[in-house]
């Protein structure tokens, strides 16, 4: 059964930092994209970054510049650093695990960006 378990959301002033992680298991990690989105109140989903297998990146202009996306194979676990955060960027933020037609979501993290 493949899982995939976001952690590491919260709520951070204007400015502050968080890093994401995503566990997961039972898929071959290593074989898989690997994306994060988020998903405001009242708006559509949308995708913040993207590491595919051989280690290449993408990043959504909305917060290009402020996220670093990283995966460790070894340990199964996807990252996203986010700096400079916005009131904004307060969302739940998933991750997604992509090969071909396995299409895999996890239940989310929240992100809070308040003073």
């Known amino acids: 059964q493949v899982q995939l378990e976001e952690s590491g959301g919260g709520e951070v002033q204007p400015g502050g930092s968080l890093r994401l992680s995503c566990a997961a298991s039972?898929?071959?990690?290593?074989?898989?994209?690997m994306s994060w989105y988020r998903q405001a109140p009242g708006k559509e989903r949308e995708l913040v970054a993207v590491?595919?297998?051989?280690?290449?990146?993408n990043y959504a202009d909305s917060m290009k510049g402020r996220v670093t996306i990283s995966r460790d194979n070894a340990k199964k676990t996807m990252y996203l650093q986010m700096n400079s955060l916005k009131p904004e960027d307060t969302a739940v933020y998933y991750c997604?695990?992509?090969?071909?037609?396995?299409?895999?979501w996890g239940q989310g993290t929240q992100v809070t960006v308040s003073s």
């Open positions: 590491i595919g297998t051989t280690g290449t990146t």
């Open positions: 039972g898929l071959r990690f290593s074989s898989y994209a």
């Open positions: 997604e695990a992509l090969r071909g037609l396995a299409d895999y």
